[in-house]
């Protein structure tokens, strides 16, 4: 079978979008970077595509909020082509930034929730990078497919997800769109310091939307697609299991496919 096409969109202050577009090559897709300038000239290229990222950096400097400027010009300018794609059932990947930009743009988490959800200041008052435990619901998403504890790198300042009001967060879990919890050393979802490094509501780490097909997070996936990119990789036992960020783009890859 043909491989997917994957697009990794970028946009002045992204940073992450060529290893983004390494992992998806590494998943088994054909991935291509486009500055979203040249999306914008050309909108209906996107119909050649199967999946749509929306890598991790800082945005346009994120001067007006994190993802906000790139949120809009996606929703102004690309809304008709992003439904379109989102209907003939394209997959919808946003990292760290890129899970920014979908909250802003209100493709997350979707529904009568678009506008209840959002992304805002870390509880600590800065900026964190390091590595998180995080324990995964699947069902829903075809990005999140096992449910091993899953090990990536944080690194944001705005990752803390809240809501407006308890039964938001509440409708999201019993409709599986909470995917990803921040855990502790123990395997527990937590909403403590450090092990939740944000202070997010519920431990919420990725979400997606109803249909599954859009998916959000604050960890970044495409840094851990090798054994080496772990910290402690000589003391992690030898596996042929592909790492954990590796495996989100291989379960988007093989439903695709499937």
């Known amino acids: 079978m043909t491989r997917p096409r994957a697009i990794v969109l970028r946009a002045p202050g992204t940073n992450c ?21 040249r999306l914008l000239e050309a909108p209906h290229a996107l119909d050649a595509f199967q999946v749509l990222t929306i890598p991790g950096g800082f945005s346009y400097g994120d001067d007006l909020g994190a993802g ?30 890129g899970f920014q930009v979908l909250v802003r743009a209100g493709l997350l988490p979707g529904g009568d929730g678009a506008s209840a959800a959002t992304l805002t200041h870390n509880d600590s008052g800065h900026f964190e990078a390091r590595w998180v435990r995080m324990v995964p619901t699947p069902g829903l998403s075809p990005f999140i497919t096992g449910r091993d504890p899953i090990e990536l ?27 990803l919890r921040y855990a502790n050393g123990a395997g527990e979802v937590t909403q403590e310091y450090p092990a939740n490094p944000n202070g997010s509501a519920g431990g919420v780490a990725g979400v997606c939307d109803r249909t599954g097909r859009v998916f959000g997070l604050m960890p970044h996936p495409e840094r851990f697609v090798d054994p080496f990119h772990h910290p402690r ?12 960020g590796l495996r989100i783009f291989q379960s988007a890859v093989a439903a695709l496919r499937s």
């Not at 906000?68 to 930034?97: K, M, P, Q, W, Y």
């Not at 790198?153 to 995917?179: D, I, M, N, W």
């Not at 990789?233 to 954990?244: E, G, I, L, Q, V």
């Open 17 to 37: 979008d060529e290893e983004t577009a390494a992992a998806w090559e590494r998943a088994g897709a054909a991935a291509e970077a486009w500055h979203i300038g």
């Open 68 to 97: 906000r400027i790139f949120a809009t010009r996606l929703g102004s300018v690309l809304a008709d082509e992003l439904h379109r794609f989102h209907e003939r059932g394209g997959l919808v990947l946003g990292i760290c930034n």
């Open 153 to 179: 790198p944080v690194a944001h300042g705005e990752g803390k997800f809240v809501v407006s009001h308890p039964e938001t967060l509440r409708a999201l879990h019993e409709a599986g769109q909470v995917v």
């Open 233 to 244: 990789w000589t003391r992690r036992p030898a596996s042929d299991a592909p790492c954990d």
